[in-house]
């Protein structure tokens, strides 16, 4: 289940692990196909462009690793959530 993903469209997501050891196929934003297998572990992963690049079972950990992925491929990133600053629409984070 994705719990957040990059605004600017490129493929940065964090996932919810709650189907653990499934394999999914999935679209790519640039129209390709990818296939992943959930981890047997952690609560939470980083998937980008198509590959699991960070596990763990803290949300703050993995949100971390987010935001330098996506400064990684902009400089217009929204940072960690901060609620009093941001909303979420299509689970991406937007400004109020």
Same mark, same amino acid.
């Given at each position: 289940?994705?719990?957040?993903?990059?605004?600017?469209?490129?493929?940065?997501?964090?996932?919810?692990?709650?189907?653990?050891?499934?394999?999914?196929? #999935?679209?790519?934003?640039?129209?390709? @196909?990818?296939?992943?297998? @959930?981890?047997?572990?952690?609560?939470? #992963?980083?998937?980008?462009?198509?590959?699991?690049?960070?596990?763990?079972?803290? #949300?703050?950990?993995?949100?971390?690793? @987010?935001?330098?992925?996506?400064?990684?491929?902009?400089?217009?990133?929204?940072?960690?959530?901060?609620?009093?600053?941001?909303?979420?629409?299509?689970?991406?984070?937007?400004?109020?």
């Amino acid at each position: 289940m994705i719990i957040r993903q990059c605004s600017h469209d490129y493929d940065i997501t964090i996932h919810l692990n709650n189907k653990k050891g499934i394999v999914k196929t #999935f679209s790519l934003v640039d129209g390709t @196909y990818a296939t992943i297998t @959930y981890p047997n572990s952690k609560e939470y #992963f980083l998937l980008v462009d198509g590959e699991i690049v960070k596990q763990s079972n803290s #949300f703050k950990v993995i949100e971390e690793e @987010y935001v330098k992925e996506v400064a990684k491929k902009t400089s217009h990133g929204h940072g960690r959530i901060d609620l009093s600053k941001h909303k979420l629409i299509n689970n991406k984070v937007v400004n109020k």
